[in-house]
């Protein structure tokens, strides 16, 4: 008797949800959108997460653009074919510079979503303009990635990485590592990492520079205002590439190797650090003993009181846009649930954060992070020890690591010098339009 | 007045001709007018309003260093690759013509290079120079080949260098040994029997005989070497530092890194112009020398 009853009662319950989908259903046109995404080499478990989203929103259907090697210029194409995607997830520079043809989601018919973004909106706004045109998709931490199991091998299990906060103590963390015989650093030579990361990110930060400070410093090297050799931030930059330099793995030929090669050596304990960030979930997943690494501050300078010395950087690297340029007024509207959906939902967020390995900004994450470097910068994130340099990111010229990574690589392999590398980054931005 | 016959004639020469004028102008011309168009403009790569600033991007092109410096390599590596394959293609195309057992097997063995397309091919290469020669270098203690040759400017353009010749000399090799294939037997024949030893049947018999497939090499080389964009990306990426950044490179990074669309136009413009003017000189004064039966 009890059995008929419940299964009468979960048949009328699975009527009742169909009926209200299929009410639901009717309310709305059916809308065909599509969804352009620069998270290259998860295209299947990106089908699935739209399938998902199609089947709680029955009326709007997606195509996925997946991206190829050259992420702006696929999305371009899109454009010249008059098919703009409805939603974007893309670098948050590209939204910015593209924001004419996005829509200020402060506009979007309810835009309480943005009550559950804890930071990052503020980067997808433009000098002087309070729209926003983008919902941030993830937040990443990056800095000295470090093996626990050498450094616990080396110092010991108590051993608090926090208490390498000056450049002594970090020469001296190397030298105990070296002692060990294990290598105690590898610097990864990719133009992009260099340029982008080491050197942009760092010098436009400053020591705890806040979004008016990145800005200033900008501008400042645009009008020439900004001598880089007499600036002593650069210089403590530079005094501490040099240590990483000198003890990097492949100094014998520091700009053969590669990301994965470079992340191999570190997971598998035959180099002690690297400095990278937390984005590499999907390349070292396979690893073994990968919950053996971590992330630690980058001491600058001497000063153990420097609030710098203790901090990571951080970034809000993408967005989710809505292209308000080739779609319709009704397409618009269901790229905004799609947006909010995949930055928001559970569903969204189990994407971001147990496939891709992502941190998020948000206050209603219950996803459970796998990789090991985002939960590092997690804590850092909730002890307010992350320098966030998203506005270098969103503002600079889109080249600059293009055009200065380069000439860090010069200098990692010693065919340049500080005075000749200070000098080129200056006529960059001298030669600016 | 168009008789009868002659509207036929009319007919079958626009049935067999507008497919091919309609797939040439909108493949080929309109885009190339576009192109131009585009390299008198400011332009964001999105919108379909243009400003209009004339001659601006090419007059910001001619003072980029940079630009002239990409060019130069250009021209060294093509010089290099022009060189490079079509003396391997000749050589190739010499000994599958000659009376090689297997050389049939040997032809599409040799061929497959050309098949593979470039991306692939400069990863592959890419972690031959980086681990393969590198690890037989560190084993056998050769210190040339410790390092990889990609980490330094000079190798890394000879690395250049030498991938796209291997995979060009595949296809120029099919189209010398036409050449040599065509060469009349009685000809070669005569010489030997005049006493001409093979050194001097090469270079007195053959080697005037295919001087028109020396100069559709001459050409094809000198166009795709001028051109090359997917070796390029795909080994070197312009490094290391930028220096194998070459000119098509360049002018993929300014369109989709810089954003700066009518600059990259107009770079491609000039690369056009340059390329066209080499390349008419050349099929001149190769084809002058031909010979003719």
Redesign the interface.
Known sequence: MFKKLFAVLTALAMLLSLTAVFAESAEHEPVTISYYSTQAGVDDETVATLAKFMEQYPWITVNYYPCGD?Q??AW?AL??AKTAPTVSLLDCGQIL??S??MMDLTKAEDPSFFDHVLSGTEFFQKEGDEAIYGIPGSYQGFSLLYNKTIVKAVFGEDFDVDTVNTVDKLVEFFDKIEAAGYPSTVVFSA?WALGAHYLGCQLFSEWLGDKETQRKIMADLKEGNYNLMENEHFNNLMNVFDILKERNINK?????D?QEGDLELLSHGKVATMFQGDWNWLAIRNFENIDELGIMQLPLTNDADDPRNSMILGSCPKGYAVDI?QNTPEQQAAGVLLAQWLALSPEGEDFMVRLIGSTLPFDNVTAVNENPLAVSTQEYLNEGRILDCSTYLCEA???FW?VCG??M??YL?G??DRATLAQEIQDYFADL? | MVTRRGWDTWKLILLFFCPALFVWLTAMVIPFLYGIFISFTKW????TEYTLIGFANYVKVFNTSKFWLSLQRTGIYTIGTVVLSNVMGLILGLLLTSSLKGRNAFRTAIYVPNVVGGVAMGYIWQYIF?YGF?RIGQSMGIPGL???M??DPTGAMVALVLVSSWQLSAYLMIIYVAGFTNVPAELVEAARVDGATSWGVFRNVRLPMIRPSITICLFLAIVRSFMVFDVNLSLT??????STELIALRIY?T??????FGNAQAQAVILFIIVAIISVLQAYFTQKREVQM
Not at chain 1, 252 to 256: H, Q, R, T, V
Not at chain 2, 44 to 47: M, R
């Open positions: 050259d702006l210029a371009l454009y010249s510079n593209y004419d043809y133009d014998a030929d520091p700009l053969a590669t340029y010229p889109t080249d293009l380069p000439f690589q010069a392999a065919q340049s339009d | 964001d790569g999105i919108a980086s590198t410790s390092t990889s990609l980490s990426d312009g490094g290391p530092f930028n990074n369109a989709f890194v810089s954003l700066k």
